[in-house]
């Protein structure tokens, strides 16, 4: 008689260039009773030797490589002013990594307790593929939470989906998007992506003037060789694994969205009292967000336009309607 074998669940990512509501997205469906969010475990420019070259090695070895310390460019900036999205921030620089500032304090209070008991998890000599080990992993805060499906959510992950998908040929992807020249004009707002553009040139930066803002162009050139390498690699996602949701119809249709959402997750069909239930009591957190792209001048509109040129042909192949007022 043969015994049956646990089911392993499907990696499922959701994936966004960052500044398009991802983070939004993952607090709401954190709260389902069935879906553990981990977040921001990818770093959008720096060390993600966990998720590269996917070779065998110890358990141990394994945690030093999800623990890695973060850039110092990151630390020199919290050090200085915490962002909202950081939510715990050790003494230690040593200590600063995704995985203490955001992804165990994105699900639980007591951090520095679940950080050894995943440290005591993953200290032995256990051999296996980064991927397994990255299962085992994930399986720890979906054990922990008591849920049924995990999610890794990680806001700059857009151009690091070849690693995903070498790791994980059968991965479930979920695009996150939002209309790019939005996006690269809130990524010049915000100064962690202005250091992820200057990291591109300098992964060794420290210290950085976080108040310069260059030219929109420059983020829009950022964000385009994103999409462009996210796109480049999407033919290699099964058409069944692959969902897309943009932060335009979140915004405008938050319930139907979100639903669509859940159910690609789950793999169901249809909604229930639950879920019917979670969608009105959650939907209320999406409000309108205000477009920027109209108040600029007439000429950094047109070079907006053209730096982004590459991507934003490639996304009115998929929804004309996130980019139909712009006149692309």
């Known amino acids: 008689m043969k015994l049956n074998k646990k089911k392993v669940q499907n990696p499922i990512f959701?994936?966004?260039?960052?500044?398009?509501?991802?983070?939004?997205?993952?607090?709401?469906?954190?709260?389902?009773?069935d879906i553990c969010i981990i977040s921001d475990l990818i770093e959008p420019v720096?060390?993600?030797?966990?998720?590269?070259k996917n070779v065998l090695i110890s358990q141990k070895?394994?945690?030093?490589?999800?623990?890695?310390?973060?850039?110092?460019?990151?630390?020199?900036?919290?050090?200085?002013?915490?962002?909202?999205?950081?939510?715990?921030?050790?003494?230690?620089?040593?200590?600063?990594?995704?995985?203490n500032c955001y992804t165990i304090p994105f699900i639980f209070d007591d951090v520095k307790n679940i950080f050894n008991q995943?440290?005591?998890?993953?200290?032995?000599?256990?051999?296996?593929?980064?991927?397994?080990?990255?299962?085992?992993?994930?399986?720890?805060?979906?054990?922990?939470?008591?849920k049924k499906v995990y999610v890794e959510r990680t806001g700059g992950a857009?151009?690091?989906?070849?690693?995903?998908?070498?790791?994980?040929?059968?991965?479930?992807?979920?695009?996150?998007?939002?209309?790019?020249l939005e996006t690269a004009i809130s990524m010049r707002n915000y100064p962690f992506f202005r250091m992820y553009e200057l990291m591109l040139k300098n992964e060794k930066?420290?210290?950085?003037?976080?108040?310069?803002?260059?030219?929109?162009?420059?983020?829009?050139?950022m964000l385009n060789e994103w999409y462009k390498k996210f796109f480049s690699v999407k033919k290699k996602i099964k058409k069944e694994n692959f969902f897309y949701y943009n932060y335009e119809d979140l915004i405008l249709k938050p319930e139907k969205t979100?639903?669509?959402?859940?159910?690609?997750?789950?793999?169901?069909?249809?909604d229930d009292k639950y879920l019917i239930?979670?969608?009105?009591?959650?939907?209320?957190?999406?409000?309108?967000?205000?477009?920027k792209f109209s108040k600029l001048k007439k000429i950094n509109q047109k070079l907006l336009k053209k730096s982004l040129k590459d991507s934003m042909s490639i996304i009115k192949g998929i929804d004309k309607r996130i980019i139909k007022k712009y006149k692309i």
Do not use: M
């Open 158 to 180: 857009l151009h690091h989906l070849d690693k995903i998908i070498d790791f994980y040929p059968n991965a479930k992807i979920i695009l996150n998007l939002r209309n790019p």
């Open 46 to 52: 720096g060390n993600n030797e966990f998720l590269e």
């Open 258 to 270: 979100l639903k669509k959402i859940i159910l690609f997750i789950l793999n169901k069909k249809k």
């Open 14 to 33: 959701i994936i966004s260039s960052g500044r398009t509501g991802s983070t939004l997205i993952s607090k709401i469906l954190n709260k389902h009773k």
């Open 118 to 146: 995943i440290k005591k998890k993953f200290s032995s000599k256990v051999i296996k593929k980064k991927s397994d080990h990255l299962i085992d992993f994930f399986n720890f805060f979906l054990k922990k939470t008591k």
């Open 61 to 99: 070895n394994f945690f030093d490589l999800i623990s890695r310390k973060t850039s110092l460019s990151r630390i020199y900036f919290w050090r200085k002013r915490k962002t909202k999205e950081l939510l715990y921030l050790p003494k230690k620089d040593n200590d600063v990594s995704c995985l």
């Open 277 to 291: 239930s979670f969608l009105k009591q959650n939907a209320k957190y999406i409000q309108k967000n205000k477009t």
């Open 205 to 221: 930066l420290i210290k950085w003037d976080f108040d310069k803002k260059k030219n929109y162009q420059t983020y829009g050139t």
